[in-house]
């Protein structure tokens, strides 16, 4: 695949995880990036490691600052034919005992910025008459979830209905606009979530891994970036509203692999 022609945008770029994975491939076939983070010291931090990258802070739950950075973005790059509205926030807390503010939260960061983003991205696009993809993330927790994870699962299924609808609105402008749902990530963030329901989190992952993937292996976050680097892609020009998990096949297993073993 030959990225070149495209300038990306990427929120929450600047840390680790799924985010690092998606600039590390992307920076492999060649797109120009544009690197945000809310922090932006870590997405200065995180362009520096590739040749063509740029840092932009901004905190996309605020629609003034996503406004500032789309002007800022056509100052140093111009237009953005390319999307990645990676930003998200984790919350393991049981739905009736979450409060308004954790609520509110994971659904400013979750879904409203990706709205956000999304809508400024679309209308650069139509003021100069030209094509391009959004791809978002979600999360296999919209496909099937578990306890403490149900207004996390809500924002991740609000997250793939947005995908759908605004591909079917989109598609007549030839934008399409697609999603990913990673699964268990090697990422270091994961573990503090994992401690909040196991006391080895470390073990639990192993487990995880082993029981309730059909492919037991670890899952790396560029793993998720050559999926979003191939929906970018004219190799994947046929396609648009859909929902690639990149999960090992947890999404695909009705038992686990103990209960199918006698285990």
């Given at each position: 695949?030959?990225?070149?022609?495209?300038?990306?945008?990427?929120?929450?770029?600047?840390?680790?995880?799924?985010?690092?994975?998606?600039?590390?491939?992307?920076?492999?076939?060649?797109?120009?990036?544009?690197?945000?983070?809310?922090?932006?010291?870590?997405?200065?931090?995180?362009a520096e490691k590739y040749p063509n990258a740029i840092a932009v802070g901004a905190d996309i739950g605020k629609g003034e600052e996503v406004a500032r950075m789309?002007?800022?973005?056509?100052?140093k790059v111009g237009p953005v034919n390319g999307l990645v509205n990676n930003a998200g926030v984790g919350l393991s807390r049981f739905a009736h005992e979450a409060s308004e503010e954790e609520f509110d939260h994971l659904y400013d960061i979750d879904i409203r910025a990706v709205w956000q983003v999304s809508k400024f991205f679309v209308n650069q696009l139509l003021a100069n008459k030209m094509t391009g993809n959004i791809v978002n993330v979600s999360s296999v927790h919209a496909h099937a979830t578990q306890p403490r994870y149900a207004l996390y699962c809500s924002a991740k299924s609000a997250v793939q209905g947005l995908t759908k609808g605004m591909a079917y609105e989109l598609g007549r402008f030839n934008i399409r606009c697609n999603a990913i749902g990673p699964g268990l990530v090697k990422a270091e963030?994961?573990?503090?979530?994992?401690?909040?329901?196991?006391?080895?989190?470390?073990?639990?992952?192993?487990?995880?891994?082993?029981?309730?993937?059909?492919?037991?292996?670890?899952?790396f976050p560029v793993d998720c970036g050559n999926t979003v680097a191939f929906l970018l892609s004219d190799f994947s020009a046929a396609i648009t509203g859909q929902t690639i998990y990149i999960d090992a096949g947890t999404t695909v297993m009705i038992h686990n692999r103990g209960f199918i073993e006698g285990r």
């Amino acid at each position: 695949m030959d990225l070149k022609d495209l300038n990306v945008l990427i929120t929450g770029g600047g840390g680790t995880g799924v985010g690092a994975g998606i600039c590390e491939a992307l920076a492999n076939f060649g797109a120009t990036m544009v690197i945000n983070d809310l922090d932006v010291d870590k997405a200065k931090a995180a362009a520096e490691k590739y040749p063509n990258a740029i840092a932009v802070g901004a905190d996309i739950g605020k629609g003034e600052e996503v406004a500032r950075m789309f002007e800022e973005i056509k100052e140093k790059v111009g237009p953005v034919n390319g999307l990645v509205n990676n930003a998200g926030v984790g919350l393991s807390r049981f739905a009736h005992e979450a409060s308004e503010e954790e609520f509110d939260h994971l659904y400013d960061i979750d879904i409203r910025a990706v709205w956000q983003v999304s809508k400024f991205f679309v209308n650069q696009l139509l003021a100069n008459k030209m094509t391009g993809n959004i791809v978002n993330v979600s999360s296999v927790h919209a496909h099937a979830t578990q306890p403490r994870y149900a207004l996390y699962c809500s924002a991740k299924s609000a997250v793939q209905g947005l995908t759908k609808g605004m591909a079917y609105e989109l598609g007549r402008f030839n934008i399409r606009c697609n999603a990913i749902g990673p699964g268990l990530v090697k990422a270091e963030q994961n573990y503090d979530l994992i401690k909040t329901w196991a006391d080895d989190p470390h073990q639990w992952e192993a487990d995880f891994i082993n029981d309730q993937q059909v492919i037991p292996k670890n899952i790396f976050p560029v793993d998720c970036g050559n999926t979003v680097a191939f929906l970018l892609s004219d190799f994947s020009a046929a396609i648009t509203g859909q929902t690639i998990y990149i999960d090992a096949g947890t999404t695909v297993m009705i038992h686990n692999r103990g209960f199918i073993e006698g285990r």
